[in-house]
Structure formats: C-alpha cells, structure tokens
C-alpha cells in the first residue's frame, strides 16, 4: 500500500514563529503536492513539486515555500506563522505525470493552530 | 480557472436508503475525475477514479458516472448504512493538481 505520512497530526505555534511540515511518501513518487483545507473554502492547492528541486506554485503561495532536496520528501515552510495560517495541512503524492489519469495518494493531515 | 461545485452541501438520510451526490465543473478539458472521502480530522480516502474517456466506475455499493461534455459527475451509494457517514469530494484533474469542489457532507442515521 502507498503511504504518505505527515510528521505531526496537531501542531500549536506561536505569530513570527518558522513552522516546518513534513511529509514523506514510501512509494517513489515523481509529484508531491500541499493543500491547505478550511471550513467553507475547501481543498487549495499551496505548492507542488514534479521532480527533485522542482517547485510550482499553486493558488495561494503567499506566507509559505516549500523544499524538496529528496524524491520521497516535501516539506512545507511558513517563514513567519500568522493566525491566518491556521488550517489543516494535507500533503499528497502521485506517481506520474498529469494526464496519466493516476490517483493521487493523501495523507492524515496536520492541523496547525497559530496563536 | 475550473471551478467544480457540489450539490447538495449536506444530506441526511435513513440507513437504506439509496442517494447521490453532485458534482459539477466548469470546463470539459479533464484527464480524470475522482471521488474521495474524508472522515472527521482525517486525510483523503479515494473512492473512485474515471478517466475521461470513461462513463462511469464501480466499486461495491458504489457507482460514479461521468459526462464531460455537460461537466457533470454523480456518484450513487446503494443501501446507505451509518459507516457512509462522511464528507464526500468531488476533484477534477485537468493538469498537474487537482481542483477540488467543497464536499457533500453526509450523515446516514440508524
């Protein structure tokens, strides 16, 4: 089975903090995604990565940058937290490029509180 | 920009009971749409994928249909029972993400 984790499930920060999300995925995935998922709003896409130190930029960039200096990992920066950034954090991956009609794999989430 | 709306945002029925859900998206140009299901505080379960040149996919009590000329997906869940309760989503993969629609949060009651 695909396996993508997240590194935290809960996270409390505090305003001007640097946060850090981690997620992992176990199954030699080329594309990993983050979306950000609040009450009325739904599902947003904030970054994705096609490669190795490939970045795009998805709908609503701004406050975050993303890493990714190995295949299985992606990670998600908020430089300076602000109480907007309050949400839930969903990393995806999938194994191809798009238009290969491949399912894309999520993992639990992590909702982070900005106090 | 593809927009993808789902109707209705809540439902509640009675175990038993078949139902569906709405999807709707703005444009056609899709390589595949999927259903997912989210529990409470959870991540993203996927139910079902169709590709474009599909009508439609199964999966047990689960049916969804696809009609990309008219942007429009269906998913029907037979003989609903009270573990269906969830948040359904709708997601339309026109390039590299997908576009979400904002669910169809079900409860099915004993």
């Known amino acids: 089975d695909v396996k993508v984790t997240q590194s935290s499930r809960y996270l409390v920060k505090r305003t001007g903090e640097k946060v850090f999300l981690e997620c992992v995925q176990d199954m030699d995935h080329e594309n990993m995604f983050w979306y950000r998922q609040d009450p009325g709003l739904g599902l947003r896409l904030i970054y994705f990565?096609?490669?190795?130190?490939?970045?795009e930029k998805g709908d609503i960039p701004e406050g975050y940058s993303v890493s990714r200096e190995k295949k299985e990992r992606f990670s998600l920066i908020l430089e300076s937290a602000s109480t907007n950034q309050t949400s839930m954090y969903l990393c995806?991956?999938?194994?191809?490029?798009?238009?290969?009609?491949?399912?894309?794999?999520f993992g639990p989430g992590t909702r982070l509180t900005v106090l | 920009k593809q927009e993808v709306t789902q109707i209705p945002a809540a439902l509640s029925v009675p175990e038993g009971e078949n139902l569906v859900l709405n999807c709707s998206f703005t444009d056609s140009a899709i390589y595949n749409l999927q259903w997912f299901r989210q529990d409470p505080g959870k991540g993203l379960t996927s139910l079902l994928l169709i590709q474009s040149s599909q009508r439609e996919q199964t999966s047990g009590r689960l049916n969804a249909s696809l009609d990309k000329s008219s942007g429009r997906s269906t998913l029907y869940i037979a003989a609903s029972q009270p573990g269906d309760s969830a948040t359904y989503l709708c997601?339309?993969?026109?390039?590299?993400?997908?576009?979400f629609g904002k669910g169809t949060s079900l409860l099915v009651t004993p």
């Open positions: 995806a991956s999938s194994p191809s490029p798009a238009g290969s009609g491949n399912t894309q794999y």
């Open positions: 990565s096609y490669d190795v130190k490939m970045k």
């Open positions: 997601a339309v993969n026109s390039g590299y993400a997908l576009n």
